[in-house]
Antibody, heavy 122, light 108 residues
Framework: QVQLQESGPGLVKPSETLSLSCSVS????????WSWIRQSAGKGLEWIGR???????DYNPSLKSRVTMSADTSKNQLSLKLNSVTAADTAMYYC????????????????WGQGTLVTVSS | EVVLTQSPATLSLSPGDRATLFCRAS??????LAWYQQRPGQAPRLLIY???NRATDIPARFSASGSGTDFTLTISSLEPEDFAVYYC??????????FGGGTKVEIK
């Protein structure tokens, strides 16, 4: 059974870059599409973007100018970078696996990590 | 951007009751809607995708229907573990993929 584990600093200073990793175990990242989703009290669940093992990405237009996602097949790991953070970026950050079984189904999320809480504060 | 509006915000029910949750889209999204359950301290869990397809290992007491702009999730008889927050999500018009604001099902 595939498992996802997010990791990264829990505290980031305003204007700096938030960097998170998602380690995937029990399955290869090659077979699926992988999304990053965040959850805050103020904005609820917000899709940040998605990445394939090939490196192909799609981003939320509202965050596109600040987001970079990548995949490392040698480590079976995904990464998220969000630059120029502000307090509004304080949230629980999740990585999630697309359902699979066809491109159309990759935008449903059938497996989630436990999430990592990131606070933006000086 | 497709806005999803969930109602009611809170549903107060007892174990064994039937729960009916609603999700309305700001524009036609065909049947491209999913439902998730989130228990306290946990990540969301996929219940339903493409409006009415139950995800793997989801009990039959969860069912859903709808198309276009109006969707419904029904829990036929609430179990103690069903008291949680439920979210809808659309994939028809993206990016971005969007979620509703959630309905909390609480014990009456």
């Amino acid at each position: 059974q595939v498992q996802l584990q997010e990791s990264g600093p829990g505290l980031v200073k305003p204007s700096e870059t938030l960097s998170l990793s998602c380690s995937v175990s029990g399955g290869s990242i090659i077979a699926h599409c992988w999304s990053w989703i965040r959850q805050s009290a103020g904005k609820g669940l917000e899709w940040i973007g998605r990445v394939y093992a090939s490196g192909k990405t799609d981003y939320n237009p509202s965050l596109k100018s600040r987001v970079t996602m990548s995949a490392d097949t040698s480590k079976n790991q995904l990464s998220l970078k969000l630059n120029s953070v502000t307090a509004a970026d304080t949230a629980m950050y999740y990585c999630a696996r697309g359902l699979g079984g066809g491109a159309d189904l990759e935008n449903w999320f059938d497996t989630w990590g436990q999430g990592t809480l990131v606070t933006v504060s000086s | 951007e497709v806005v999803l509006t969930q109602s009611p915000a809170t549903l107060s029910l007892s174990p064994g009751d039937r729960a009916t949750l609603f999700c309305r889209a700001s524009q036609d999204i065909s049947r491209y809607l999913a439902w998730y359950q989130q228990r306290p301290g946990q990540a969301p869990r996929l219940l339903i995708y493409d409006a009415s397809n139950r995800a793997t290992d989801i009990p039959a007491r969860f069912s859903a229907s709808g198309s276009g702009t109006d969707f419904t999730l029904t829990i036929s008889s609430l179990e103690p573990e069903d008291f949680a927050v439920y979210y809808c999500q659309q994939r028809y018009r993206w990016p971005p993929l969007t979620f509703g604001g959630g309905t909390k099902v609480e014990i009456k």
